[in-house]
C-alpha cells in the first residue's frame, strides 16, 4: 500500500526556536496533503490543507504565522513550527491520499517545547 | 460544531467478544465513512470504509454497517482479540472522500484475555 513518511519522529526544542517537520509521498504523488494536530487523548484536528504550488489553505483559529507549511513538490510538504513554546507541544500527523485509495497518514511526529 | 459523535469513549471487551463502535453524523452531505485505527504513538491506519449506497462492509474480522435515514454508522469487530487494543476514529468526508476528514473524538478498546 501507499506509504507516508514523517520526520523526525520526534524532536525536542527549546521555546523560542523553530522546528520543522516533513511529510514525504513514498510512491505515489500528492498534490494535496493535510495536517493534523493531536493532544494526549483526543481526536485528530485539521490543521491546515497543503497544496503542490500554491498557498495552504488554514482551517479557523490556526495561526498561518505560527505554522508555516510548504509544499514545494509533489512528494513533499513541510510544517514549520515558528517560535515555539510549550504549549505548542503535540503530536502532529501528516496525510496524503494516493488516486483510488483511502488516506494514508504518516507516523507522526512528536514534538516536545522545554 | 461536532460533526460526527462517537461513542462509546472507551470500552472493554472479553477476548473473542465482539466489539461495537458507533457513531452518528449530521452533514448529510458525507458520502464516504472510513474508520481508522490508531496505537500510542502512531499516525492512524485505515481499517474499512464505506460509501452510504451499501449498508453493510466486510474485510475479514471488521464490519461496517450504515444506517442511512438513521445517519449512524458502526464497526464491529469480531472475536475481539488483545492486538485489537487500540484507539479506533469513525470520519467522515465528502466527494467520496476528496475532501477533508472530519473525525469522530475516538474509542479506546481494550481487549482482555
Known amino acids: 500500500g501507499a506509504v507516508v513518511s514523517q520526520h523526525p519522529s520526534r524532536v525536542i526544542c527549546k521555546s523560542g526556536t523553530s522546528v520543522k517537520i516533513e511529510c514525504r509521498s513514498l510512491?505515489?504523488?500528492?498534490?494535496?496533503m493535510f495536517w493534523y494536530r493531536q493532544f494526549p487523548k483526543q481526536s485528530l484536528m485539521l490543521m491546515a490543507t497543503?497544496?503542490?504550488?500554491?498557498?495552504?489553505?488554514?482551517e479557523q483559529g490556526v495561526e498561518k504565522d505560527k505554522f508555516l507549511i510548504n509544499h514545494a513538490s509533489l512528494t513533499l510538504s513541510t510544517l514549520t513550527v515558528t517560535s515555539a513554546h510549550p504549549e505548542d507541544s503535540s503530536f502532529y500527523i501528516c496525510?496524503?491520499?494516493?488516486?483510488?485509495?483511502?488516506?494514508?497518514f504518516g507516523s507522526g511526529t512528536r514534538l516536545t517545547v522545554v | 460544531q461536532q460533526q460526527v459523535k462517537q461513542s462509546p469513549q472507551s470500552l472493554i471487551v472479553q477476548k473473542g467478544g465482539i466489539s461495537i463502535i458507533n457513531c452518528a453524523y449530521e452533514?448529510?452531505?458525507?458520502?464516504?465513512f472510513p474508520w481508522y485505527q490508531q496505537f500510542p504513538g502512531k499516525g492512524p491506519a485505515l481499517l474499512i470504509a464505506?460509501?452510504?449506497?451499501?449498508s453493510e462492509k466486510k474485510e475479514g474480522r471488521f464490519t461496517i454497517s450504515f444506517n442511512k435515514s438513521a445517519k449512524q454508522f458502526s464497526l464491529h469487530i469480531m472475536d475481539s482479540q488483545p492486538g485489537d487494543s487500540a484507539t479506533y476514529f469513525c470520519?467522515?468526508?465528502?466527494?467520496?472522500?476528496?475532501?477533508?476528514?472530519?473525525f469522530g473524538t475516538g474509542t479506546r478498546l481494550t481487549i482482555i484475555p
Open positions: 470520519a467522515a468526508s465528502i466527494r467520496f472522500g476528496n475532501e477533508k476528514l472530519t
Open positions: 452533514n448529510t452531505a458525507f458520502d464516504y
Open positions: 510512491d505515489f504523488q500528492a498534490t494535496t
Open positions: 496525510s496524503a491520499r494516493p488516486t483510488g485509495e483511502g488516506y494514508t
Open positions: 497543503s497544496n503542490e504550488g500554491s498557498k495552504a489553505t488554514y
Open positions: 464505506i460509501r452510504p449506497d451499501v
